[in-house]
């Protein structure tokens, strides 16, 4: 490892909660992200409080403890888990999907499918999560400990276009279940939907009873949030589509309804659009807080913190200075008051590859094969063996061994260092490098050739339309064997700059500017990857000595 690289001590392994059985989460290692940190230092935050792609967000608290998930569709492992103890400094935990089912099925890419807007809940000592596969239905997964392990997912309900579930145990000892349909696959939208369940809550059982149409007045309207309040039923609820919604609440005496409705957040005249889809949470003091997401296009849909007062039992999110019971999203404001102060903690982002796992930030485009990676923490490096590109995959976008992480900051830099060992003697065209992801994608690679290994960039527009590559070569390496560091830095409007380094000290721009894509539902993601062409029964490896998300600097 190049000592002279090293940044601070805050790089050194990648850092796991340590979580007691009781579900506290104990003291850990305190990351801070160099390009992002909501915590203000002066009592105050600023929003996002989570600057990165954790859509659909719900969150609850357990006695001096705030957990929060987020959808994370076909992404492995998913659905993250993280932790607060103040609603603005959050760490990952852990994921609660190792692997999606059908275990064939999600063996390739899907972008855009499996993990949709899940909900969280604490019940009888245990924590509960209900997701959909909007393919398959919804699911449920338990565990006593935030950080797990889950159990195996259980399917509370076949079928097709079953969304955004949140469950709900009433005073009588009755269990009901909201969700929303996804047009897609169910044929309608933009209704809202009360089913019975189980004692249990591990089955509906029953049809169910359309409790709110939004066609009329709020289209689109899905992700509904279940809550029980001085005698109201209270549906939280999304509408008017992601970028451009408003928040919307639904009440009613009756679970069934009718229900009364009000926008209680709304874009107004701040630069937060569609501020709309999260959860309710309260302090320890008495406080009401409301998370929810703003779409961010490339950057994907990043989660903001609001205050949130009742007013004559109705919410009111952010601030209201017209009185009108429709609040406007704040960019900063004093903190939660949560009796004390915790330390600054922001999730982890860089990865020295000094342990014996990856790094909790870090996801595989499809269910990995154990192939794919091996930690080394004898050397301190991550190898990543080249898998064979699927026969059917046109590009990267249908390779399933791509190893990325969200965008961080709407400005950083993302560097690796890395030794590229291919398998010249049997096999050519192994590739290695450092990619963005997206609907459309970029990356600077190694690739090897019958007569040495090249520099290349490639960028690949339309990628899910299943439009080819365009290769450039940049050079061919006078010393293959020696490590090389790739680097991009992504600035204002998600534009990315590729760049390489031969010394680790003077870097070298490649290719064109790259302007980055959304994904499937979600934001572009910076990573690695490793792909062959052809059958061998001994493929080619490189090794990755670390990635490092930093600040932008000039060469």
């Known amino acids: 490892?190049?000592?002279?690289?090293?940044?601070?001590?805050?790089?050194?392994?990648?850092?796991?909660?340590?979580?007691?059985?009781?579900?506290?989460?104990?003291?850990?290692?305190?990351?801070?992200?160099?390009?992002?940190?909501?915590?203000?230092?002066?009592?105050?935050?600023?929003?996002?409080?989570?600057?990165a792609d954790y859509s659909d967000p719900d969150a609850i608290r357990v006695g001096n403890d705030f957990y929060l998930i987020s959808s994370s569709f076909e992404d492995i492992p998913g659905l993250p888990v993280l932790h607060s103890k103040d609603l603005v400094n959050w760490t990952i935990i852990g994921h609660a999907v190792t692997r999606l089912a059908p275990f064939d099925h999600f063996s390739k890419p899907q972008h855009g499918n499996g993990v949709w807007a899940p909900s969280i809940r604490y019940r009888n000592g245990e924590f509960l999560i209900y997701y959909p596969d909007p393919d398959f239905g919804i699911f449920l997964?338990?565990?006593k400990n935030p950080a797990g392990p889950w159990s195996e997912p259980i399917l509370v309900e076949a079928g097709k276009g079953l969304i955004d579930p949140c469950p709900l145990w009433d005073e009588d000892g009755?269990?009901?279940?909201?969700?929303?349909?996804?047009?897609?696959?169910?044929?309608?939208?933009?209704?809202?939907?009360?089913?019975?369940?189980?004692?249990?809550?591990?089955?509906?059982?029953d049809q169910g009873v359309l409790v709110y149409d939004g066609h009329e007045t709020d289209v689109t309207i899905e992700g509904p949030k279940f809550y029980k309040r001085n005698g109201y039923?209270?549906?939280?609820?999304?509408?008017?589509?992601?970028?451009?919604?408003?928040?919307?609440?639904?009440?009613?005496?009756?679970v069934y309804g009718p229900y009364e409705r009000k926008v209680v957040m709304a874009q107004g005249k701040t630069p937060v659009n569609g501020p709309h889809q999260g959860a309710w949470v309260n302090t320890q003091s008495g406080e009401d807080w409301f998370l929810h997401f703003q779409d961010k296009e490339a950057y994907g849909r990043v989660v903001h913190l609001n205050p949130m007062k009742w007013i004559d039992n109705w919410p009111v999110i952010g601030t209201d200075s017209d009185g009108d019971g429709t609040g406007d999203p704040v960019l900063t404001y004093k903190k939660p008051d949560v009796g004390k102060t915790h330390p600054i903690v922001t999730p982890i982002e860089s990865d020295e590859f000094?342990?014996?796992?990856?790094?909790?930030?870090?996801?595989?485009?499809?269910?990995?094969?154990?192939?794919?990676?091996?930690?080394?923490?004898?050397?301190?490096?991550?190898?990543l063996f080249t898998d064979e590109i699927p026969g059917e995959a046109k590009n990267l976008w249908e390779t399933p061994n791509v190893l990325s992480q969200k965008f961080p900051a709407d400005i950083f830099m993302a560097t690796t260092k890395l030794n590229f060992s291919p398998n010249n003697t049997k096999i050519e065209n192994e590739k290695?490098?450092?990619?963005?992801?997206?609907?459309?994608?970029?990356?600077?690679a190694l690739k090897s050739k019958k007569d040495g290994v090249y520099l290349v960039y490639t960028i690949c527009k339309d990628a899910d339309r299943g439009k080819p590559e365009d290769e450039k070569t940049i050079l061919k390496l006078s010393n293959p064997k020696a490590d090389i560091y790739f680097r991009v830095k992504i600035t204002d409007g998600a534009k990315c700059r590729f760049s390489y380094s031969l010394d680790g000290l003077s870097y070298t721009d490649a290719g064109d500017e790259f302007q980055a894509e959304v994904g499937k539902w979600k934001g572009a993601k910076v990573g690695l990857f490793a792909t062959r062409e052809t059958v061998t029964n001994d493929s080619g490896y490189a090794d990755f000595?670390?990635?490092?998300?930093?600040?932008?600097?000039?060469?």
């Open 141 to 143: 997964t338990k565990a």
């Open 432 to 444: 290695t490098g450092l990619a963005i992801m997206g609907l459309s994608y970029a990356n600077l």
């Open 354 to 383: 000094n342990g014996t796992k990856l790094g909790l930030q870090w996801q595989w485009h499809a269910n990995s094969k154990a192939t794919w990676s091996f930690s080394n923490p004898a050397k301190g490096t991550l190898r």
């Open 1 to 51: 490892m190049n000592i002279d690289q090293l940044k601070t001590v805050l790089f050194s392994a990648f850092l796991f909660a340590s979580v007691s059985g009781n579900g506290q989460v104990k003291s850990q290692p305190d990351y801070v992200s160099e390009v992002w940190v909501s915590d203000q230092r002066n009592g105050t935050y600023k929003n996002p409080v989570l600057n």
């Open 545 to 555: 000595d670390w990635f490092r998300i930093e600040k932008v600097i000039q060469n």
């Open 174 to 205: 009755k269990v009901y279940l909201v969700h929303a349909y996804a047009g897609s696959r169910a044929g309608i939208k933009s209704v809202i939907v009360v089913k019975k369940m189980n004692s249990e809550g591990t089955k509906t059982i």
């Open 233 to 254: 039923y209270y549906i939280f609820a999304p509408a008017g589509g992601v970028p451009t919604g408003w928040q919307l609440v639904l009440r009613s005496k009756n």
